[in-house]
């Protein structure tokens, strides 16, 4: 009667002892991460974008259009343009006095 009561106690212990299923706060937590994470992932550059942040300030005239990659376009301030979307497209967006503001992919 004893050996079976220590049989049994060596398998409920090594049962309790094995792999745990992750609970809701485990997965909550877990979710948590991968969001941190991706929100902290800078976005890749696929339109040459760091290459000509030395834009940013300068006339917007005196921007060398050759110089830019192929389908760049120069936005001007409060100018109408089309929302299609291209990751590989520069933007270069000018502000009301005609400098480069900002550049953004699209």
Request: contains cysteine; glycine residues 6%; proline residues 5%.
């Amino acid at each position: 009667m004893r050996k079976w009561m220590m049989l049994a106690s060596f398998v409920l212990l090594g049962s309790a002892c094995g792999p745990q299923q992750a609970t809701y706060r485990d997965l909550e937590r877990l979710a948590n991460q991968q969001q941190r994470d991706a929100i902290e992932r800078p976005p890749p550059d696929t339109c040459q974008m760091a290459a000509h942040q030395s834009l940013v300030g300068a006339d917007g005239a005196c921007i060398d259009r050759s110089a830019l990659p192929q389908g760049a376009r120069v936005i001007c301030f409060n100018c109408v343009v089309t929302m299609d979307y291209s990751a590989q497209r520069l933007n270069v967006h000018l502000d009301r006095d005609g400098k480069v503001e900002r550049l953004s992919c699209g």
